[in-house]
């Protein structure tokens, strides 16, 4: 079945990076757009990036502008998001989620990583 | 940037109560709504795209309506496994989610 498996999050210092990365099976990765939502402990959803199916366009919340990056490797059927100078208000469950392009939703979600940053 | 806002923030109910949640958008979205649930410490789970279209396998006791700028998310019977979060996304221009609503007992 399609799966998303989610890692690489922990514990960060504030102004510190991590890599995390998103393993996809059951499905052909590179015909698909992915995302990375976050969920702040006991908050909300918030869409954080975009990237299309071929890498080509990449879109962020303005709040990460800058910092994240997101990147794929369809070769890999690998999804990555590199997250530099790390904020404490950055903390939270980090999720993949696959999406089947309009009209459909984000259809596939990883289980999610933490990504905590304190000092 | 397009805000989603979504009411009850929490509500109440009983099994077998039919539910209602709204969601409005700051401007028009067409019918790029998508509503999703989730239960605690669990990914979310899409039930619905386009406003009124189920996903696959997503029981029949949910349904949506709305375009333009206000949506419903309806369950017409509510069973024990329902009392979840629910969030509306729009998907017009970029990504938004509302801030949730949570069904309790």
């Known amino acids: ?110 289980q999610g990583t933490m990504v905590t940053v304190s000092s | 940037d397009i805000q989603m806002t979504q009411s009850p923030s929490t509500l109440s109910a009983s099994v077998g109560d039919r539910v209602t949640i709204t969601c409005r958008a700051s401007q028009s979205i067409r019918s790029w709504l998508a509503w999703y649930q989730q239960r605690p410490g669990r990914a979310p789970k899409v039930l619905i795209y386009q406003a ?15 375009s333009g700028t206000e949506f419903t998310l309806t369950i017409s019977s509510l069973q024990p496994d329902d009392f979840a979060t629910y969030y509306c996304q729009q998907y017009s221009s970029y990504w938004t989610f509302g801030q949730g609503t949570k069904v309790e007992i």
């Open chain 1, 1 to 110: 079945q399609e799966q998303l498996v989610e890692s690489g999050g922990g514990v960060v210092q504030p102004g510190g990076s991590l890599r995390l990365s998103c393993a996809a099976s059951g499905f052909t990765f590179s015909r698909y757009d992915m995302h990375w939502v976050r969920q702040a402990p006991g908050k909300g959803l918030e869409w954080v990036t975009f990237i299309r199916n071929d890498g080509g366009n990449k879109y962020y919340i303005d709040s990460v502008r800058g910092r994240f990056t997101i990147s794929r490797d369809n070769s890999k059927s690998a999804l990555y998001l590199q997250i530099n100078s790390l904020r404490v208000d950055d903390t939270a469950v980090y999720y993949c989620a696959k999406w089947t392009g309009y009209p459909g939703g984000f259809d596939v979600w990883g």
């Open chain 2, 52 to 66: 009124s279209t189920l996903e696959t396998g997503v029981p029949s006791r949910f349904s949506g309506s709305g």
